[in-house]
């Protein structure tokens, strides 16, 4: 009976080779296709192939072939032999009949497939250094009988030879002996490694010098080989294994240095190249500006449309970084969604404004990915050798925390350093330390400013503004802790203690019998795009008692744009509940307005930036007419902020603004106050204001101080 079976034990690995018998008419062509690491076995594929093995350890080839129930051939040499010898040895074992023996039912297992790699597949450029000429002809045809499909082979009897043929010819492998006749020993290699640090090569030393060779590989080298010990698969193997621990290498050595999503140096290279331009600098007396960059909420776009589009994002902003620089400029990627440059050569400080300004541009357009356009600003800080220091470390240090000023100041700007900021960046992370521990500590608390109807004087709603006291401190302004909470994600839990309280004040205002007077409620970007925002506000209106009615949602047109699909989903559903949506800072944002058709919008503010010159700036009050004429043209209301002289009264109440907000109505109260507040007469009528009166008449203006 015809069969096979393993011929070694399970735990040794070895190397198989296909012989593909060609039938009919008569076998005689054989090919031989090399496949790794398999265990030893004997296999019938299809009846078409007999497997032949080599032991990977002691370099011998086995070939076994079962042609009848008793009889069993075995062929065993000491080093693999030629395509030509292998056909010449298996040919008179075959005949026309011979895989007709193969009985009908023999189960056989399918050829298992192995992924190869490139220099399996495509041309090997080898080089050899080598002045024997009996070696290099021995070392040729060792490699034509290994698995690369085509090999450019080329030779150089010495070091010299060989480093011209590198200037002209890009080779894959060296193959290099160590002794030549105008270089010997581990000079040799120095020689040749110091011209081609990124070719890997393979040293051939004799038996006597082995040292050498080991020498070589502590040195540089992927590999040694000693001549005259192992045949063409152990050459072939070993100079594939080369090429890949070069590749390996030089995959580590980048990725220690550049950042693998953008292709930009990292931090270590920064601040490698940092250093050597202070160096520069120093002995050329020039300056030299350090830019740090953050991109203003990209956790929020990161979290909201996914980390794919975040990493799009950041790609995107590295190209156009790179477009805003000179070639000679570093610019690297520090970690995450911060970026710094490296200005060298400056001599005016102008050309470091120049370049900020020039980035702040680049970032305005929209990025677009799959349809969804992503607005994302930059806050930059910038610190100077050697006006801020001399050392890298401390010039990213005090460009960082510029940068946080930056941000401060509103975002999307610039701030050079200043001594000053130290305190204030030791003060900010005290601030961000005790923020953390403000909400269970119970160290927020609620004011109210009323809203109240130009025409009549009547309130019409209040807005609900959180403020923040420690025991040892004053009132901490929400412009210091607002954007710190932003930041660390605490705006989610804060901004959910603000509904909540804001929903419960209001029910209690009307449980002891308080007119129905509507909450409005500041929504932060994270609120907006992060969890379920109306099931969460449908929970907190179900646990108050609320009406939906009675609550108003103010949202900026900056986050409105932002995320568009997004955004409208959620309001949909919130306006779907019976709430009331509000644009805040109306004005600041974006120009196009094809939005107020697209969202479901109630009410629209007028930013106090406007109204502070409104008679005055003959442009602030054309801004604050238009949106006045647009609001009324769109059946939306609109409110007035900041308002704080008659004048400006005045101003809206002629141009029918509907409702003012602003200390000339009152400051935000306390709960305690805003009672008091409401039950003096407010809900009473008043006659039309007028900046004719010399002194207050109205009840209105009459208002308890906070």
């Not at 140096?265 to 190249?273: E, G, I």
């Not at 604050?624 to 009324?632: E, G, M, S, V, Y």
Request: glycine share 6%; aromatic share 6%.
């Amino acid at each position: 009976m015809v069969g096979a079976h393993a011929i070694s034990s399970p735990d040794e690995t070895y190397d198989r080779h296909c012989i593909e018998l060609l039938h009919p008419p008569k076998p005689r062509i054989i090919h031989l296709a090399r496949e790794e690491s398999v265990p030893l076995s004997l296999d019938v594929h299809g009846g078409r192939c007999i497997w032949i093995t080599r032991h990977s350890v002691l370099n011998t080839l086995k070939f076994m072939a079962f042609l009848t129930d008793e009889e069993t051939l075995r062929l065993e040499c000491a080093t693999r032999p030629s395509r030509r010898e292998i056909r010449t040895r298996m040919e008179p074992m075959l005949d026309t009949n011979a895989l007709d023996l193969l009985p009908s039912g023999t189960k056989t297992t399918p050829l298992p497939q192995f992924r190869t790699t490139d220099i399996q597949t495509s041309s090997l450029r080898v080089l050899l250094i080598e002045d024997s000429p009996a070696d290099t002809c021995l070392i040729q045809e060792m490699l034509r009988e290994g698995s690369f499909a085509e090999i450019d082979f080329r030779c150089a009897t010495r070091v010299s030879e060989g480093l011209a043929q590198l200037a002209e010819w890009e080779a894959d492998i060296i193959l290099l002996d160590l002794s030549l006749p105008d270089s010997d020993g581990i000079d040799t290699f120095r020689t040749l490694h110091a011209h081609a640090p990124s070719v890997p090569t393979i040293v051939l030393s004799g038996l006597d010098d082995e040292q050498l060779g080991l020498n070589a590989v502590q040195e540089g080298a992927q590999d040694y080989l000693v001549k005259g010990h192992g045949g063409s698969h152990l050459l072939s193997r070993a100079v594939r294994y080369a090429i890949e621990r070069k590749r390996t290498e030089q995959r580590l050595a980048y990725l220690a240095q550049y950042d693998p999503l953008t292709g930009m140096a990292n931090r270590t290279l920064f601040l490698d190249r940092l250093t050597q331009a202070l160096a520069l600098a120093k002995r050329n007396e020039w300056l030299v500006a350090i830019m740090f960059l953050d991109l203003d909420r990209f956790k929020i776009i990161n979290d909201t449309l996914g980390h794919a589009i975040g990493d799009l994002l950041l790609k995107g902003v590295a190209e156009r970084l790179r477009q805003c620089l000179r070639e000679s400029d570093t610019v690297a990627r520090m970690g995450g969604d911060e970026f710094t440059f490296i200005l060298e050569g400056i001599t005016v400080m102008r050309d470091v404004e120049t370049v900020a300004k020039k980035v702040l541009n680049a970032m305005a357009a929209p990025f677009t990915f799959d349809g969804q356009e992503v607005f994302v600003t930059t806050s930059i800080g910038i610190s100077t050798y050697p006006g801020c220091g001399d050392d890298a470390g401390v010039l990213t240090k005090h460009a960082d925390a510029a940068m946080y000023r930056a941000k401060d100041h509103g975002r999307n700007t610039y701030q050079f350093y200043t001594p000053e900021m130290n305190v204030y960046t030791t003060i900010r992370l005290s601030l961000e330390n005790n923020l953390r521990h403000a909400l269970e500590r119970r160290e927020f608390f609620l004011h109210y400013q009323p809203q109240i109807d130009i025409s009549t004087g009547r309130v019409m709603g209040m807005e609900a503004l959180i403020r923040w006291k420690r025991p040892t401190m004053e009132i901490i302004p929400p412009n210091q802790f607002i954007p710190l909470m932003e930041e660390t994600g605490l705006i989610i839990p804060v901004g959910k203690w603000v509904l909540k309280t804001a929903c419960a004040q209001i029910r209690a205002w009307l449980n002891v019998g308080l007119p129905p007077i509507p909450v409005a409620v500041n929504i932060s970007p994270r609120q907006l795009w992060h969890g379920d925002l109306p099931s969460t506000i449908f929970n907190i209106l179900q646990d108050s008692g609320l009406p939906p009615s009675l609550l108003e949602l103010e949202i900026t047109e900056g986050i409105l744009m932002e995320h568009t699909q997004v955004n409208s989903s959620t309001i949909n559903d919130l306006k779907a509940m019976g709430i009331r949506i509000a644009i805040d800072d109306f004005g600041t944002g974006y120009s196009s307005l094809s939005y107020l058709t697209r969202f479901p919008i109630d009410t629209l503010k007028i930013d106090q930036s406007f109204v502070r010159e409104i008679t005055t700036n003959h442009d602030d009050a054309a801004i604050a007419t238009a949106i006045i004429d647009l609001a009324h043209r769109l059946r939306r209301t609109v409110i007035a902020e900041g308002v704080e002289t008659l004048e400006q009264l005045d101003f809206l109440r002629e141009h029918r603004c509907d409702q003012v907000q602003g200390y000339l109505v009152s400051r935000p109260l306390s709960t305690e106050g805003i009672e008091g507040w409401l039950t003096d007469g407010m809900q009473e009528p008043i006659g039309t204001p007028t900046s004719d009166i010399t002194r207050d008449p109205f009840v209105l203006w009459q208002v308890p101080a906070a």
